[in-house]
């Protein structure tokens, strides 16, 4: 009766840290703290997690790994991307949970990702998909340095921490959208001012000459616009 308890206060235990875990996601207040916060909760509640770290993938099939909690696992991320293979680009691509018990098992599916893995002693690993929208999407990749390290219980808790983790992530992400939006918008109103000013046009005039500008130079319009905003500041006198 005893060991039943132990394990029903430890798993207990796991689910309090799991909805503590969702308050501070709503506490968040950019993407960069919403990823180290995931890495860190995902770490602090799964016992057999000893690395973790978040892929994403972004526009024109680009894999970035914008965090992890160790620089092995940005080695691996390296090699996921330039190969792309791997459990993390599984789950990223296809798959929704993708399980490692042993990554000597895998030399043939991932013949440079599962060697580059267990040359770093890394064994198994549990990824998650956090999100997939079109050609944007993102995994939560645990590793362990143990041979079948994560049960049914890191599964089941993981998918819903994933869920979650997932969620707080795109709301992150799409707020920082909205920040750039409106700071882009000010930069060009700022600029088209100036113009509208300096030549005597109208609204209309001075953003297409932005436009022409952009075009002409490649360069995006808001960095067009903020050239012009520095270039029109007073100089300084050394």
């Not at 993407?31 to 057999?48: K, N």
């Not at 490692?100 to 690993?125: K, M, N, T, Y």
């Not at 979650?164 to 795109?170: E, T, Y």
Request: aromatic share 6%; proline share 2%.
């Amino acid at each position: 009766m005893g060991r039943y308890q132990d394990v029903f206060t430890e798993q207990d235990e796991r689910l309090r840290d799991f909805l503590a875990t969702g308050r501070r996601f709503a506490a968040a207040t950019s993407v960069e703290e919403t990823l180290q916060l995931i890495l860190t909760s995902a770490v602090d509640t799964s016992p057999a997690t000893d690395l973790a770290g978040v892929l994403l993938l972004e526009g024109r099939g680009k894999i970035t790994s914008p965090a992890t909690t160790d620089e092995v696992v940005n080695q691996l991320d390296e090699i996921q991307a330039e190969h792309n293979e791997g459990p993390c680009v599984a789950s990223i691509y296809d798959e929704e949970l993708v399980v490692v018990q042993d990554f000597a098992d895998d030399l043939e599916r991932w013949p440079h990702f599962a060697r580059a893995a267990l040359d770093r002693d890394v064994h198994s690993s549990l990824s998650f998909q956090l999100f997939s929208e079109g050609k944007r999407a993102g995994s939560l990749n645990l590793f362990s340095h143990r041979k079948h390290a994560f049960g049914e219980d890191d599964r089941i808790l993981g998918a819903l921490f994933a869920n979650q983790a997932g969620l707080a992530l795109r709301g992150a992400q799409r707020v920082a959208q909205l920040d750039r939006a409106v700071a882009s918008r000010g930069v060009i109103g700022t600029a088209k001012g100036i113009l509208m000013e300096r030549f005597g046009i109208g609204d209309d005039e001075a953003f297409q000459r932005l436009v022409r500008s952009s075009q002409d130079t490649n360069i995006k319009l808001v960095d067009v616009a903020q050239w012009l905003i520095d270039e029109s500041a007073p100089k300084r006198e050394g």
